[in-house]
């Protein structure tokens, strides 16, 4: 009987991490870029009290066998890359990547960290940066005095500037690629790191080697669906209180079998 009670405790754990998961989902449903995590689990060990196919008596043999499983556990958790809706802003430095294919911004640490978030900003060194000031890699240095930022779908960054016919060229946008995104590590600041699962990165020019193109003046929303949240939280809700409701159970049984006389 203490069996069922630690196998049902084990449920709730699994459920309560499903929730834990489905609760950041909906969180950062405004975030842009954003990519949603479902949790996947597994069952734990199976105590096999008779296996199949033992020996029954001379020349025979069981056709199944006696197990009972232990409870469950959370495998892990799985991100969504699926692109979610562009948002046309106007903005002239934000950008979205249609298709594959994440931005690269350079870390305080020397590592890259990559996202799909593409509000850009420039600092007051006149470098492209994201909304938390790590700089696009490579880098790209915008003119002091530039009056309009132009960004083609292969990544190229030009800038109209006094005393200029045509706009100067001050840079490329790359985008990296990865041969398993799910194996990416999520960071702060709405990045992912590479992760040995993930492989290294492959960087190249938008619109190449498999990779998206750019869209200047649009942003990618969070690709999280919240009546689809809204259902799995109903669904983990009522799974850990039927959890619950086994522990009451074993534990009215234990009642009963104490106060045989």
């Keep these: 009987m203490m069996r069922a009670l630690s196998t049902a405790a084990t449920g709730m754990e699994a459920q309560q991490t499903r ?28 105590q096999a009290e008779r296996t199949p196919g033992a020996a029954t008596g001379p020349g025979t043999y069981a056709p199944n066998g006696l197990q009972v499983g232990l409870g469950v556990r959370t495998a892990g958790t799985q991100r969504d890359h699926r692109a979610g809706d562009l948002k046309q802003t106007g903005n002239v430095l934000d950008v ?16 890259a960290g990559y996202t799909r978030a593409g509000a850009f900003k420039v600092n007051a060194e ?7 000031g790590f700089p696009l890699v490579p880098e790209i240095s915008v003119p002091p005095d530039t009056q309009n930022i132009s960004i083609a779908a292969n990544g190229v960054v030009t800038a109209s500037v006094p005393g200029q016919v045509e706009p100067i060229e001050v840079g490329r946008i790359e985008l990296a690629n990865f ?41 990618e929303l969070s690709n999280v669906e919240v009546v689809e ?12 209180e039927v959890n619950s409701r086994v522990i009451k159970a074993a534990d009215e049984m234990l009642q009963q079998a104490s106060n045989l006389r």
Aim: hydrophobic share 45%; no cysteine; charged share 15%.
């Design 19 to 46: 929730l834990d998961i489905t609760a950041n989902n909906i969180a950062n449903v405004s975030t842009p870029g954003f990519k949603k995590s479902r949790a996947e689990f597994e069952n734990l060990l199976v």
């Design 126 to 132: 006149g470098l492209i940066v994201n909304g938390a």
């Design 229 to 240: 949240e809204m259902i799995d939280l109903i669904s983990g809700q009522r799974a850990y």
């Design 96 to 111: 979205a990547i249609e298709g594959q294919g994440f931005f690269a911004v350079a870390l305080p640490s020397g590592d």
């Design 179 to 219: 041969v398993n995104p799910a194996g990416l590590v999520a960071a702060e600041h709405n990045l992912l790191k590479e992760t040995v699962a993930s492989g290294t990165a492959v960087v190249g020019t938008p619109g190449e080697n498999g990779t998206g193109t750019l869209g200047q003046g649009l942003l």
